[in-house]
């Protein structure tokens, strides 16, 4: 993160006086999708470390933006949102970790699970109930009553760093309040809005550097004494590839150019769940027929492919299961 910092990667789209290049959102998502054809799990990373940058940037205050946002730039500092909880991360409306006011703080107490950064952040954007409605408070690492109960190993994003976290009466300043209390649900359905292609975007790139593989082994493994890439099973599943990495091209870059033009998150719902969704689908279906293509090479951990196909799968339940993807688009569709 730090080299990834230095070079200017993670500021893409933040503003220039904490240390971004304001570039846009679509040069952002690009570049996780580049990084994502080779590294997967650093891109899928880099996906999650906008989704604090964002929350500071839009609704922090001055005092939170200029703490927090040049070290998280520049990649020093690590930072996770923490809104899943074991009773399931499609329902975010029932809470269960509470943030109580007591004096010039609150008390916090509840679980997360599935927090990507959660080990190595050394802040947490965790939501949490405030009465009746959620709120967004940053814990910092060291936080007396926050742990991380443990790493949770995945299939894929092996270099991710998913964790269980705790909060037992933990104390968290009212300065560390991001945005109005009682706005955490709004707070966080615009961040997903705007970091969901990103996740697309990983998938987009796991679904590029199988096509790349799948090609280039094509073209050097020899049956029959010709390459493999004269066989018409083998170049239809390269067509395929290709047409379907092209198609969700589009499909993930759209969101991203809109909101560049200036279009609120709440004006791209359902572009930016489809964006989420074709990415799971492009990394899936492209790193399936690179498989096939590759024989019993495919799915040998020796080779680079076999991670990319662990990878592809965890891009399905990140930032939101496909069935919750399609029942955002349901519902612009039918309103
Ligand atoms: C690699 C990875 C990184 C992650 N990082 C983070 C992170 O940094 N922060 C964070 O907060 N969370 C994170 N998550 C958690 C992720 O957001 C959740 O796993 C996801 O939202 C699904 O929640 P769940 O696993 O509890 O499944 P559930 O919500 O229990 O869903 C179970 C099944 O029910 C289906 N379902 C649920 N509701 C409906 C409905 N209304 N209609 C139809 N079907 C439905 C789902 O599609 C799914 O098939 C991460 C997950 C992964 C895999």
Redesign the pocket.
């Known amino acids: 993160m730090r080299k990834i910092g230095a070079l200017g990667i993670i500021g893409i789209a933040s503003p220039r006086e904490y240390g971004g290049s304001k570039a846009g959102h679509l040069p952002a998502l690009i570049a996780v999708e580049e990084i994502a054809r080779v590294y997967p799990s650093l891109a899928?990373i880099l996906e999650?470390t906008q989704?604090p940058l964002y929350m500071i940037e839009t609704w922090g205050t001055p005092e939170q933006k200029q703490a927090w946002l040049p070290p998280l730039i520049r990649g020093e500092k690590i930072a996770?949102?923490?809104?899943?909880?074991?009773?399931?991360?499609?329902?975010?409306a029932t809470l269960n970790t509470t943030a109580v006011v007591d004096g010039d703080g609150y008390v916090l107490n509840g679980r997360?699970?599935?927090?990507?950064?959660?080990g190595v952040g050394d802040w947490v954007l965790v939501?949490a109930r405030t009465g009746e409605r959620a709120s967004v408070l940053t814990v910092e690492k060291g936080t007396p009553g926050f742990v991380v109960s443990r790493r949770q190993e995945?299939m894929?994003?092996k270099s991710?760093d998913?964790c269980e976290l705790g909060f037992s009466n933990c104390r968290v300043p009212k300065a560390n309040l991001i945005g109005k209390e009682g706005g955490g649900q709004a707070v966080a359905m615009a961040t997903f809005t705007v970091s969901r292609a990103a996740v697309g975007a990983v998938g987009l790139g796991i679904a590029r550097g199988a096509f790349e593989i799948a090609l280039k082994y094509a073209k050097e493994r020899t049956l029959y004494g010709k390459p493999i890439a004269n066989l018409q099973a083998i170049q239809f599943m390269l067509v395929d590839m290709d047409t379907e990495i092209d198609a969700a091209r589009w499909l993930i870059y759209r969101p991203a150019a809109c909101l560049d033009r200036g279009m609120a998150p709440r004006d791209i719902g359902k572009l930016s769940a489809r964006a989420k969704y074709i990415g799971g689908e492009v990394a899936a279906s492209v790193t399936m027929k690179a498989m096939q293509v590759l024989g019993g090479y495919g799915v040998s951990p020796e080779y680079h492919l076999a991670r990319l196909l662990a990878d592809a799968v965890?891009?399905?339940?990140?930032?939101?299961?496909?069935?919750?993807m399609?029942?955002i688009q349901a519902l612009e569709i039918l309103k």
């Open positions: 899928f999650v989704a996770a949102v923490a809104a899943t909880e074991p009773t399931g991360g499609s329902d975010l997360k699970v599935y927090i990507t950064n959660g939501l995945m894929g994003f991710g998913v965890e891009i399905f339940p990140a930032t939101g299961m496909p069935q919750i399609k029942f």
